[in-house]
């Protein structure tokens, strides 16, 4: 069969436009990928650096809001005339709950002193804390706290005063909304998983397991397996004992907590100066009810 010139330089110019597409594709995504600055070695989850922390609340925080959201709620109440004394709660007791947010990650479970977890779970349950039931005197109090007469029906009036719509404790809820905007479904997406140094650093976990008998491609798939122990009741199995000890060297081995963090850091920093004008309405958000916070 006989190819006219023409059909071959169609050919040959199609393939260049294919060619050069793919490389304008290449280009444009090695653009969007921002640099990283210094990857440190990373040995503890308290070495973790987020930038975007400074725009979340710290459990101080969060426990300073959790008291305006407490008065609003008791003066919600008493403004109807009901005598009203929050009871007391209980102190908190510390458990293994109590790690370093960084402990977990995009890069798994991370803790070399593995103090609080056995294999990839908690290594203790927190205990359960049952309260007493309210006292009858309290009716009044459960119906304006709903904003309901028996929980379905809408509690309109009380003592000659309307109620709001969800009771006093939509009026506590509203008090501790301390962003006032929901940033967190934005940053779950700051880091994409297909970022390239990602992805090498995850191979070379990866290999690092294989070395040590065991084949994942990557820390989520190592912890996230159907056959691990799941709950109290069930005891941790060697296999997997034996898997999150090799997660954990190979994760010190290849620095893959190092790596994530650094490129974390390049994204985020870029998605801080993208959204200036929404973090400072949520910084001053957040400073205005720490203020009313530590005025009680």
Same mark, same amino acid.
């Given at each position: 069969m006989l190819i006219s010139p023409r059909s071959v330089w169609s050919a040959i110019a199609i393939g260049a436009l294919v060619v050069g597409a793919a490389g304008c594709a290449d280009a444009e995504k090695k653009a969007d990928v921002p640099e990283i600055g210094p990857i440190s070695v990373i040995t503890d989850p308290s070495q973790v650096v987020h930038p975007v922390d400074a725009y979340q609340l710290s459990e101080a925080e969060k426990a300073a809001l959790g008291k305006v959201a407490a008065k609003?709620?008791?003066?919600?109440?008493?403004?109807?005339?009901?005598?009203?004394?929050?009871?007391?709660?209980?102190?908190?007791?510390?458990?293994p709950?109590?790690?370093?947010?960084?402990?977990?990650?995009?890069?798994?479970?991370?803790?070399?002193?593995e103090t609080w977890h056995e294999g990839f779970r908690l290594r203790h349950y927190p205990p359960e804390v049952t309260s007493p039931p309210p006292p009858k005197e309290r009716d009044d109090v459960d119906r304006l706290a709903s904003g309901t007469t028996d929980g379905f029906t809408r509690l309109t009036?009380?003592?000659?005063k309307p109620v709001p719509e969800g009771g006093c404790d939509?009026?506590?809820?509203?008090?501790?909304s301390a962003l006032g905007v929901d940033i967190s479904p934005t940053l779950e997406t700051v880091t994409p998983v297909e970022d390239p140094r990602l992805v090498a650093a995850e191979s070379a976990w990866s290999k690092c397991m294989k070395q040590k008998g065991f084949d994942y491609p990557n820390p !989520?798939? /190592?912890?996230?397996? *159907? +056959?691990w122990s799941d709950g109290p009741s069930e005891p941790v199995g060697e296999e997997e004992r034996a898997t999150a000890r090799a997660d954990t060297q190979c994760k010190l081995a290849?620095?893959?907590?190092?790596?994530?963090? !650094?490129? /974390?850091?390049?994204? *985020? +920093?870029?998605w801080i100066e993208a959204?200036?004008?929404?973090?400072?309405?949520?910084?001053?958000?957040?400073d205005d009810l720490l203020r009313r916070a530590a005025a009680l």
């Amino acid at each position: 069969m006989l190819i006219s010139p023409r059909s071959v330089w169609s050919a040959i110019a199609i393939g260049a436009l294919v060619v050069g597409a793919a490389g304008c594709a290449d280009a444009e995504k090695k653009a969007d990928v921002p640099e990283i600055g210094p990857i440190s070695v990373i040995t503890d989850p308290s070495q973790v650096v987020h930038p975007v922390d400074a725009y979340q609340l710290s459990e101080a925080e969060k426990a300073a809001l959790g008291k305006v959201a407490a008065k609003a709620f008791a003066d919600c109440i008493r403004s109807y005339g009901v005598d009203y004394s929050p009871a007391a709660e209980p102190p908190r007791q510390a458990g293994p709950w109590d790690v370093h947010p960084n402990s977990f990650g995009d890069y798994g479970i991370f803790d070399p002193s593995e103090t609080w977890h056995e294999g990839f779970r908690l290594r203790h349950y927190p205990p359960e804390v049952t309260s007493p039931p309210p006292p009858k005197e309290r009716d009044d109090v459960d119906r304006l706290a709903s904003g309901t007469t028996d929980g379905f029906t809408r509690l309109t009036e009380f003592a000659g005063k309307p109620v709001p719509e969800g009771g006093c404790d939509k009026v506590r809820s509203d008090a501790s909304s301390a962003l006032g905007v929901d940033i967190s479904p934005t940053l779950e997406t700051v880091t994409p998983v297909e970022d390239p140094r990602l992805v090498a650093a995850e191979s070379a976990w990866s290999k690092c397991m294989k070395q040590k008998g065991f084949d994942y491609p990557n820390p !989520a798939e /190592a912890s996230r397996q *159907e +056959k691990w122990s799941d709950g109290p009741s069930e005891p941790v199995g060697e296999e997997e004992r034996a898997t999150a000890r090799a997660d954990t060297q190979c994760k010190l081995a290849t620095n893959l907590v190092g790596i994530f963090n !650094a490129v /974390a850091i390049a994204y *985020e +920093k870029r998605w801080i100066e993208a959204n200036a004008p929404l973090l400072a309405e949520v910084r001053a958000r957040r400073d205005d009810l720490l203020r009313r916070a530590a005025a009680l």
